[in-house]
């Protein structure tokens, strides 16, 4: 990146100032170390500024320490818009609407794993559909999936594919309100009610990990997140809304790009932004539809965590809940939600788009499930399926990006750089030397996503602590894993 450009505010915090591009109504940001920003690309800078002309944007365009080119918003952006003077870009929330993160625990340590970890991957992997264009493991009809965009994550606790205790642990309750199926078009239901239980392609993945004593950085709030033993195993599954959120977002780009200069009179210096008023019919419809597939997405998570819980009960001969397998948390990366900060000394509400960027709050605030309410809510940032996640927690000092941290650990390589760098086939089998027993739906596309074709996740990690934007309580490293 042309660090040149930037104004340095703090070791990790650099400034985009609004004379950089013509039209800037905000200054940018980027949290990350000189290292990092040195490392991202120089669209990152451009697009940033480009977030920052946004009619009704607050404060600051921002760009988390993972962030990298993406389609309109980096990956790693963040917009707060006014809804009332302001807009709403798909943009800024990513074609697969709640892509997200899911983690869960159990009681076993990977002592007890080790010897069944190539029986529960080749398992999980035959009863998931992974891959471009798979169909999921539930056919539903279309009231069924009215009823299921609506419900989200309830829907399945009321179909037998969720425990009680699961809601109280996901963002939003696994429910997002404002949704309704009349904004999703014929044929976003159609791609969307065959996919609920898949895991998807490219940087999908459920993985297998454990947690190591020396990986412990927070002891305290890890007990809280329930981590306590050592070696002890946990589960990942990191899935969005798939071909439903997709979609979703290109119907409603076209149509925002038909409506935004003739209709609204509104010019951006990329198409990407393509935007509507969000009090206008058009920004409704988007919104509306939008939290139809944050819905789906909390459903498929939800379904997957079903299969993964009959799984482990076939593969041990014991019950889930004899097991220890609980829901520790279930996080979104790419929405836009209307939430109360503080502008001017003024309480207001805004649109905070998150474009491959986590919510972060801090212990006591609303939105903390009552469980978490004293320590904060928990952060999930995965990294490489070579390099291990990251449990972290919000931070009071997170305020200045809206509550927003980091997502994983964002790509430094294309998925075509990375095809021709690395083997598929060789890739899998210098994993398995090294403990990590892989799955794949396609070799090219696991080659997309060797270790090296991202940052470093510590150091993604150690940028987004030393910005205050969240800490870190845990590291969990890789023992199995299944790349769509």
Not at 120 to 138: E, H, Q, T, W, Y
Not at 170 to 193: F, H, L, N, T
Not at 302 to 310: A, G, N
Request: hydrophobic letters at 40%; a neutral charge; one cysteine or more.
């Amino acid at each position: 990146m042309r660090i040149e450009a930037l104004n340095k505010i703090s070791d990790n915090c650099w400034e985009i100032p609004k004379r950089y591009k013509q039209g800037m109504r905000v200054p940018g940001r980027i949290y990350a170390s000189e290292e990092l920003v040195r490392g991202m690309d120089n669209a990152v800078l451009d697009q940033t500024a480009n977030v920052a002309m946004l009619p009704g944007i607050q404060n600051y365009a921002l760009c988390m320490p993972d962030g990298h080119s993406g389609y309109g918003f980096p990956i790693g952006g963040v917009a707060a818009i006014d809804p009332d003077e302001g807009v709403i870009s798909p943009g800024g929330i990513g074609f697969d609407i709640n892509c997200g993160i899911r983690l869960i625990a159990t009681s076993l340590t990977r002592a007890e794993v080790e010897p069944h970890v190539a029986n529960i991957v080749d398992s999980l992997f035959r009863r998931i559909p992974a891959g471009v264009g798979a169909k999921g493991m539930l056919a539903l009809g279309d009231r069924t999936f009215d009823a299921a965009m609506i419900s989200g994550a309830r829907w399945a606790l009321e179909n037998g594919y969720a425990e009680p205790g699961d809601l109280a642990v996901i963002e939003e309750g696994g429910v997002m309100a404002g949704a309704d199926p009349a904004a999703v078009s014929a044929k976003a239901r159609e791609r969307g009610r065959i996919q609920v239980g898949t895991l998807g392609s490219g940087n999908h993945f459920l993985e297998l990990q454990c947690v190591r004593r020396e990986h412990v950085f927070d002891v305290a709030a890890a007990r809280r997140f329930g981590i306590d033993r050592d070696d002890q195993v946990f589960f990942m599954i990191h899935c969005g809304s798939r071909g439903f959120g997709h979609q979703i977002a290109t119907d409603y780009l076209a149509r925002f790009l038909a409506a935004m200069g003739p209709k609204y009179g509104i010019a951006l210096p990329d198409r990407e932004l393509a935007c509507a008023p969000f009090r206008s019919p058009e920004g409704r419809d988007y919104f509306a539809a939008m939290c139809c597939a944050i819905n789906i997405a909390f459903l498929n998570r939800q379904v997957i965590m079903h299969c993964l819980r009959e799984v482990l009960a076939d593969v041990f001969r014991r019950s889930p809940a004899d097991l220890g397998v609980r829901l520790v948390y279930d996080l979104c990366h790419n929405t836009a939600k209307l939430e109360r900060y503080e502008i001017d000394g003024r309480e207001k509400t805004l649109l905070v788009h998150r474009k491959g960027a986590t919510r972060a709050l801090c212990a006591g605030m609303p939105g903390v499930p009552d469980a978490y309410r004293d320590v904060g809510q928990p952060v999930l940032i995965g990294g490489s399926m070579e390099s291990g996640s990251y449990l972290l927690v919000g931070e009071p000092s997170a305020r200045e990006t809206f509550f927003t941290t980091a997502h994983g650990s964002g790509r430094v390589m294309s998925r075509g750089q990375a095809k021709r760098s690395f083997n598929g086939r060789e890739l899998q089998a210098q994993m398995k030397r090294k403990g990590i027993y892989v799955q794949t739906a396609s070799f090219p596309g696991l080659a997309e996503e060797a270790g090296g074709a991202y940052k470093d996740i510590d150091a993604v990690v150690a940028a987004t602590h030393a910005a205050g934007l969240s800490r870190p309580v845990a590291k969990l490293t890789p023992m199995g894993n299944i790349k769509g």
